[in-house]
Structure formats: C-alpha cells, structure tokens
C-alpha cells in the first residue's frame, strides 16, 4: 500500500496529496484507472483497519486534463459519480488561475446580504460596524487565507461596508 499514493507533479512543490476536513476528504490521483484502483483500494484497506467506510454513493470524480478514452475507462470501471469543475470545497471554489470577478462574487454577494439584514434590523452605527469587524472581516479572512483576493474585490467590499 505503501507505494500507492506520491506527490502529483504538478504539487510536488506545495507536497499535496490530500485535503480534509471533519468528514470530507478530497484526494488527488494521477488521471489513470490505475490510480483511482490504488486510491480506492487505500480506502479498502483504510475501512478493514478502522471500521470507516467510504460512502461511494456519495463520493464525486473530477478529472481535469485526463484524455477521452482514458475518462471512459475510469467510468467503466467504477462506480463514482463525475463532477464538473470548478467545484467549492469547503465553501471556497477551487481554482488553478488568477481569480477574477466571477470567482470572487460569492464572497461580494454573500457579504452584501448580511449587510441587508443588518441594515433592516435597526441597528445602530456602532452595532453594524461591530458586526462588520466581527462578522464580515472574519469572512474576508477565511478567503484570503485561501486566495490572494483582488484588489477590484477588495474594493467592492469596502465599498460594501460604507
């Protein structure tokens, strides 16, 4: 088992393999059947020893820059419904490239319509601007932490708290 999982090429710097959080785990193969074996029988292997199993039912397949022939065969082979990219994990889209303003729209959006529900509740300056610092920069934080986000964003943003 041991030589199933290395590092992807192109993560050989970052040394990723893997993402997990709580009961989500995201797991990065080379693009082969081959590799989807060896990743599932891991997860065999993983159930036999702590009595966890993985939910195939619930478990998606993405596969970026995988050949046509080579996809069929791994949907031939096994039984994963196949995603569409990009996807969100952890409430955050996953992304290869520069952010651009549809990517980083969620984040706007979502800051603009707990701003609305503050603004209706007849809070004071001060409420909503403790609210702001509590709430909306801790959102901020948690996407930066992830991307370097946008000036222009940025911008939105605290346009937003205005």
């Known amino acids: 088992m041991q030589k199933k999982f290395r590092l992807h090429p192109g993560c050989s710097s970052l040394s990723l393999t893997h993402l997990c959080f709580a009961d989500d785990l995201m797991v990065f193969v080379e693009g082969s059947k081959e590799s989807v074996e060896g990743a599932l029988a891991v997860f065999d292997e993983f159930a036999v020893w702590s009595g966890l199993k993985i939910s195939i039912e619930?478990?998606?397949i993405?596969?970026?820059?995988?050949?046509?022939?080579?996809?069929?065969?791994?949907?031939?082979?096994?039984?994963?419904?196949?995603?569409?990219?990009?996807?969100?994990?952890?409430?955050?889209?996953l992304m290869t490239q520069v952010m651009r303003r549809p990517d980083y729209q969620p984040l706007v959006e979502k800051i603009r319509c707990k701003m609305n529900t503050w603004t209706s509740r007849c809070l004071s300056y001060a409420g909503r601007m403790q609210l702001i610092k509590a709430v909306i920069m801790s959102i901020v934080n948690f996407w930066s932490a992830a991307f370097r986000l946008p000036s222009q964003c940025m911008k939105e943003v605290e346009q937003l708290r205005l």
Request: aromatic share 8%; proline share 9%; glycine share 8%.
């Open 58 to 60: 619930k478990s998606t």
């Open 62 to 93: 993405y596969m970026a820059g995988v050949a046509v022939e080579e996809k069929a065969r791994i949907k031939r082979n096994f039984p994963l419904a196949e995603g569409t990219l990009p996807v969100r994990y952890l409430g955050l889209p």
